[in-house]
């Protein structure tokens, strides 16, 4: 499905959340490097996409009704064989159930594990006054306590996203801190690019969020992302 | 766009102007602001009691807007807000080119009949095509024409400086603020609640204005903030924009569901775009007038390597502290100048690090060749960017040397290194408790092109601000 059939989709069946796995085919589509996630809707679905996949992968609650995944309990990393996914499906879904009864759970959804770099968030939201912005920071402690982030209305130029990037606090955490691998600050702008011109080409995107992404010495990958329509 | 541009040209430089409803109780407030206008002012005042006091003041006065001959440019409407738009339809009648509504109590009380009736001037005016400035502002200044704002803005002579503002009172005292700092004000405009025409529109306006080479804003919340940004990205990169922002916008209560949402604050955005678009900012009018003043006097330049000479031993430290917290360097110099300064600097009573104190080698017995020298070695220096000369008030008090020749000699020699230096130079006078010396002083030096700042960390936020602007300008950062 494209973008547009997946959004019209969405809107079709009254949601303005798109789930992980739709809203990583989105980005897809737009050139922008996500983890491939499938949608399993049953155990053995997982089993089968995890064999496919490869593993180690990562399952994770599907569920329009759920935006905090791990919140309720909906996330298992590292799994090593279908056994462990087949127990993980069960756990997550009936967990996910408990937490929040009135959701809609659609399944679970498989990636593969994916190599761990600089994690680092990208987000949009539409400001009332700005309209779209972009959003650029370092994941984890850095955003979520030091809110150590940088902001540009879109559309961004070339200048602005290398600017964001450097603008952070955390910035020296990038170029390869304490002997860490350093990251693609190319990549990482391509991506903010591209984001940028994926969201002025759609207004009808309201948020977004790319995070964590993973960002390595030669490219950066999405491993969870969500999308909020108006 | 263009076609507005042209319109506002024309609002901007009227030829004839009408103020209606003025009167004794408001001290002739608009009639006596625009005596210095160049062209044809009239009065419109249907009050009979009124109308011998407006003519004592030179001015004929009309019942109507339609019965003034000929045409009739800009019109300031100072009548009570429920009369507006019965003035508004006069001006439309009579083919006005624009018209400020000075009149309050519309949108900014927040009540239905004032939001009603600001909604309903607007449309008239829109629908006509009318320029409609406000309402809830004092409207359009024009130095060079005498179009006033109030009587004590300056007038008759021409500035570069172009000036937009959501508030009046900001808009009459920058004028004549800016003015006792050689920040020129040509033209303004104090726009209020911005019913028809937005900042955006205005700042396209100043921007594409030759006469305008620098822009100042005040702005406490764009009604289309895009709009705002947009043009201002555009503005930058013609002219230098110094935006100061007052008060907090409201921001509309939301959903959030994502994290993006949540950390994009008011402020926090605010800020970005700012940077983005390439703006200045400033947070007062101090601030703003100090800024524009900056980016007038300073000559270009883009590194952040400081050299300073400074006259008042002891303060070397605070100055290097001022312009390191302003994200500038003090750096040392190079061996070839501390050799050449070696051949004179007095090292007792004086420091050789960067700032030079001066204090023995220059101040005892005031000896200008050894500044000159000092100085010239710094234009030389390769690893200096920018010179700053340091001197207060109460040390040229203490050396007896307000009002002398010896003032003016160093006046010469700051005037003459200021054209021979080719890197950014200003000047630090730091008043003391002598105001009224420094406002002395301070306009000595400004007649001859010099520019002064009051302060070690005001200097040092400016120079860094007009280094910032040009190395946004050469795409340096």
Known sequence: MSAIEIIDKAKSEGRTILTEVESKQILAEEGIPVAHAQLAATREEAMAAARQIGLPVAIKIVSPDITHKSDVGGVKLGLNSEEEVAAAFDEIVETARRAQPKAAVLGVSVQKMARPGVEVIMGMTTDPQFGPVLMFGLGGVFVEVLKDVAFRIVPLEARDARQMIRDIQGFPVLEGFRGQEPADL????????????????????????????????????????????? | MKDLNRKLEKAFNPRTVAVVGDKRAMGYFW????????????????????????????????????????????VVCAVRRDICPRIIEDCIRKGVTAVTVFASGFAEIEEEEGVRLQQELGDMARKAGLILIGPNCVGIYNSTLGVRQ??????????????????????????????????????????????????????????????SDLIGIYVEGPRDGRRFFHALRKATRLKPV??????????????IYSHTAALATEQVLWDAAMRQAGAVTADSLEEI??????????????????????????????????FGR?????????????????????????SYRNPLDAGHTVAMGFRTGNLERMLDILVEDANIDAVVFESSIPFLKRRGLIRTTLFDKLLDLLVHYKERCQKPFLVILQPGLLEGEMAEIRGKLLERGIATFAGFQQAADVLSKVINYHRFRAGLD
């Open chain 1, 186 to 230: 190319a990549a990482l702008e391509n991506m903010l690019m591209r984001l940028s011109a994926f969201v002025e080409e759609h207004p009808e995107i309201q948020e977004l969020d790319l995070n964590p992404i993973f960002a390595y010495k030669d490219g950066a990958l999405a491993v969870d992302a969500r999308i909020v329509l108006s």
């Open chain 2, 31 to 74: 009639l006596r602001a625009m005596k210095s206008f160049v062209g044809k002012v009239y009065s419109v005042q249907i009050n009979k009691e009124e109308i011998p006091g407006i003519e004592a003041l030179g001015i004929p006065n009309y019942m109507s807007l339609l019965d003034i001959p000929g045409r009739v440019d800009y």
């Open chain 2, 150 to 211: 109030g009587e004590d803005q300056p007038w008759g002579e021409a500035g570069n400086v172009g000036f937009i503002s959501q508030s009046g009172t900001h808009c009459i005292d920058f004028t004549y603020v800016g003015y006792g700092h050689g920040v020129k004000c040509g033209k303004a405009v104090s726009y209020g609640n911005a019913e028809v025409l937005d900042i955006g529109d205005y700042l396209e306006y100043f921007a594409q204005d030759p006469q």
């Open chain 2, 242 to 255: 110094v935006v100061w922002k007052g008060g907090q916008t409201e921001a509309g209560a939301r959903a």
């Open chain 2, 289 to 322: 007038v100090d800024v524009l003043k900056g980016l007038l006097y300073i000559k270009p330049g883009t590194g952040r390597r400081v050299g300073l000479v400074a006259m008042t031993g002891g303060q070397s430290v605070v100055i290097a502290d001022a």
């Open chain 2, 326 to 350: 302003a994200n500038l360097e003090v750096p040392t110099f190079t061996p070839a100048s501390y050799e050449k300064l070696a051949s004179f600097f007095q090292i007792i009573g004086g």
